[in-house]
């Protein structure tokens, strides 16, 4: 209201009926259409570059991982091959000594029970008794302990079963049994051994069997394919040479 002496003046009030909206152009109100969509536009595209680009260096990342992966699978892989092959030729090598080792004590046993065994083959035995268990506790043990630590299952069983097969055998010995109730045992042993070495060959790649009939026949070991012993003959040689002074 404004007054002016006595008379009070009143301003008419704009009441929302009264009030009129301006009608926003034509081609302006395109215009706004068009700013919003390219504004979304460019939003949309900025999302999905910063998704893509997110995507690629996890994926980039994922790939990464799965090559190293399989880089040191191959690696673990063939360190283990190398370590089983040193370590299977070791464990076989040793226990064929170990056969050969306690079938040379064995020669002192008696042929039979009526027979009694000297002294000095009684202090043979005793001291190559002694010896093989040594042998058998210093050397073969540790040995077994790596087969068991990088051989499958059933190959460590069966390396540990030929373990026990050359400590029975030196029981053998010292049963002082006659020679006729020795032998089969070594036999037996030989072919587990066989076994054995056949079971590492097949970790090794190699899963055709290597065998050796006992007893070996008469030409064996000789190639059936090759020249016979009379042909190596040489005709005028009547006597062997004489080492030089």
Do not use: C
Not at 81 to 88: F, K, N, Q, S
Not at 179 to 195: E, K, R, S, W
Not at 233 to 240: D, E, F, S
């Amino acid at each position: 209201a404004i007054t002016s002496g006595n008379r009070t003046a009143t301003r008419p009030r704009l009441t929302s009926k009264s009030r009129k909206t301006v009608p926003v152009p034509t081609y302006r109100r395109a215009s706004l259409i068009h700013m919003a969509s390219d504004l979304a536009t460019s939003i949309l595209t900025g999302v999905f570059a910063l998704g893509g680009g997110l995507g690629g260096v996890l994926l980039s990342n994922h790939l990464g991982q799965r090559a190293e992966k399989g880089r040191l699978a191959i690696e673990d892989a063939r360190q283990l091959l190398a370590d089983r092959r040193r370590v299977y030729a070791a464990y076989l090598g040793l226990t064929a000594s170990m056969l050969e080792e306690i079938d040379r004590i064995a020669l002192f046993l008696p042929d039979d029970r009526t027979q009694h065994i000297s002294a000095k083959h009684e202090s043979k035995i005793s001291e190559g008794s002694i010896e093989y268990y040594g042998h058998w506790g210093n050397q073969l043990q540790p040995a077994l302990a790596e087969v068991q630590l990088v051989a499958a299952p059933k190959t460590a069983e069966l390396a540990e079963r030929l373990s026990i097969g050359l400590l029975r055998m030196g029981s053998l010995i010292d049963s002082r049994q006659p020679f006729p109730n020795y032998y089969p045992g070594y036999f037996q042993t030989l072919d587990l051994l066989q076994v054995v070495r056949n079971a590492m060959r097949a970790e090794l790649g190699h899963p055709e069997a290597v065998t050796r009939p006992y007893p070996p026949a008469e030409d064996w070991p000789w190639l059936p394919d090759r020249p016979s012993r009379e042909s190596y003959a040489r005709g005028g040689i009547t006597k062997r040479r004489q080492p030089p002074a």
